[in-house]
């Protein structure tokens, strides 16, 4: 069993910076993939990016390339995401999620088992 809560949201300027972090309970954090997903008003959920259990492997969708940074610390139980040049089409509630069982990065919703409560990412223009 693995408890996700979500931190680090907030407003912030167009072309600003923010970092959302996600602390995890659970021994088996250190062995399973993790994701952050966000979802805009209106909208589906999507992947943003998806990090193996070694930090070995990374995913990023098409439109956070090169601007958000997805990266953990298996001490600490935790895994952010640094978002850089945000956009207004960023605003949404991000959610941090992982794999029940294997270590591999995955990129659909199905494939994660628990998830956070979310936390606002607002971007203004």
Do not use: H
Request: charge should be positive; proline fraction near 2%; hydrophobic fraction near 35%.
């Amino acid at each position: 069993q693995v408890q996700l809560v979500e931190s680090g949201g907030g407003l912030v300027q167009a072309g600003g910076s923010l970092r959302v972090s996600c602390a995890a309970s659970g021994r088996t954090f250190a062995s399973v993939g993790m994701g952050w997903f966000r979802q805009a008003p209106g909208k589906e959920r999507e992947l943003v990016a998806s990090i193996s259990s070694n930090s070995g492997s990374k995913y990023y969708v098409d439109s956070v390339k090169g601007r958000f940074t997805i990266s953990r610390d298996n001490a600490k139980n935790e895994v952010y995401l640094e978002m850089n040049s945000l956009k207004p089409e960023d605003t949404a509630v991000y959610y941090c999620a992982a794999r029940r069982r294997w270590g591999t990065i995955a990129t659909i919703q199905s494939d994660y088992e628990y998830w956070g409560q979310g936390t606002q990412v607002t971007v203004s223009s």
